[in-house]
């Protein structure tokens, strides 16, 4: 207005144009600019006669989204128009091998919806099954920030990056949720699937205990096949979901309490944040007394079994479990501490499984006269919680857990990773030896012969009241009334 512009018509410009804006807003800065570029070009077309157009900058290239692939198997499996997560896959179904797709936004698009149509190409009913089923991820860049340096006056910019990933699990969170540039998108097309969890009947599995403790938790007879917790591609078929939903609780449970997904057997499940503490606490002040029924192929001494766990460092910063190794005092305590952990358990009985038995679960033939014992039930009290101890222990004791595929094809096998002093005991070339096992393990099995029998632990340790002390358990001896948690008959003799 100050130059007199009109449309259509333009007046001469200043020889020396200035411009100043007052503002900290980058946005107005921006336009500002944009501004003084098209008075520019107006300026130059009024003195070459040439036509002015209203547009005068290029429009923004429409970059389409970047997906990168994810698939062990080449070529990809990619799935077609009319496939579908339901029904659940039956039991003994060849799983499809894992395809995850990595999205990234080369533009703002008007939600997250919109971008995982076009980065995915998946039909809109996949889309929303893998939302239901908790395989869809998304993260936002979050906004640079200042942050105070080291003196007050100056400060430096700092590059915000990703915000941490979200799991998308409503259809109308997808569409509403913003995708502005460099938003990422993570889709596992194959989610891992676990088809037992709709062949149990979850409110049967309720171990109801007493008023005081079923107020703030939930004991569960865990069945075979079922995750815990949710896994990173699927929340839907794992034992807190499901009985979330057959209790309709208004609240999330926590998990407390962890059994492998093919090990059955007791565990409990918190309803608040609080109660969970303070079972987390029980077992760190190993209060709480974990007794196991075992089924294992070979015979096992009676007393207890002492081995050193690999724990997680700078030097193994890998936490899946490897080979133990025989106890020695020294591993577990002074320099070496930072390496290895004590295992320990307790052997109460061993005693061979009935022939009939052996031979319902296929592990015995029909022969003429008495058969020599193939099978073998134990009974375990857990000292420490070592993930996958008692799978480990009895795999190095050569007698590995039955249909436990993963540690069977280790059994008798210590961990020969590089040790000066181990190497001086060791015979043999070194390419000969297995290291810590990883090479020797198989296949996660579905189903093994582990069952937590029993759970034992006062009230106190979980600061619950007595009112009801005819529903509390407690054995001969116990000074304060006893929690008793009970599993039902082991699945091999059922």
Known sequence: RQWGMAEGALSPLPRKPRLEVACTCSRTRRYAFVAL?????????????????????????????????????????????????????????????????????GRPFPSALALLREGSGLSERLLGELVDIGAVWLATPIAPRRRKAETPQRGRAQDGGLGRAARMTDREDL?????????????????????????????????????????????????????????????????????????????????????????????????????ALAINAALAAREIKKRYRVLSTGHVPVGPVRHASRRKSKRHPDAKPTLLRAYDERLVTGAAQSEWQLAELVVLSCVPVEPHVARRLGHLA???????????????ELVTGRTHQIRLQFSA????????????????????????????????????????????????????????????????????????????????????PMILLAAGTPWWRE
């Open 397 to 480: 004791l050569n007698a590995p857990i039955f249909e436990d595929t993963r540690y069977a094809p280790a059994a008798g096998k210590l961990d020969q990773s590089d040790d000066e002093e181990l190497d001086e005991k060791l015979a043999g070339p070194r390419e000969l030896r297995w290291g810590d096992g990883s090479a020797l393990f198989g296949q996660e099995p579905k189903r093994i012969g582990l069952q937590c029998a029993e759970l034992r632990f006062p009230y106190s340790a979980l600061g619950l009241d007595t009112a009801d002390p005819e529903q509390a358990a407690g054995s001969e001896g116990d000074l304060a």
């Open 175 to 275: 569409a509403s949720a913003a995708a502005p540039t460099g938003s990422y998108m993570r889709v596992h097309v194959y989610p891992r699937r676990y088809p037992a969890t709709y062949q149990v009947d979850w409110q049967s599995c309720v171990l109801s205990v007493s008023a005081a403790f079923d107020r703030q938790f939930v004991g569960l007879d865990k069945p075979a096949g079922v995750p815990m917790s949710a896994c990173i591609d699927n929340r839907v078929e794992c034992c807190k979901h499901q009985l979330e939903h057959a209790l309709d609780l208004p609240l999330d449970l926590h998990v407390a309490g962890r059994l492998d997904a093919c090990t059955t057997g007791c565990v409990v499940l918190a309803r608040s944040p609080a109660a």
């Open 37 to 105: 570029l098209q008075l520019v070009a107006l300026s130059s077309a009024q003195r070459s006669k040439a036509p002015v157009g209203r547009r005068l900058l290029k429009p923004p290239v429409q970059a389409p989204p970047r997906c990168e692939v994810y698939c062990p198997v080449d070529p990809p499996p990619v799935p077609s128009a009319t496939f579908s997560l339901w029904p659940a896959p039956a039991k003994g179904d060849t799983p499809s091998p894992p395809l995850i797709y990595h999205i990234t936004a």
């Open 366 to 380: 029909d022969a003429p006269g008495e058969p020599p014992p193939s099978l073998f039930e134990s009974e375990v």
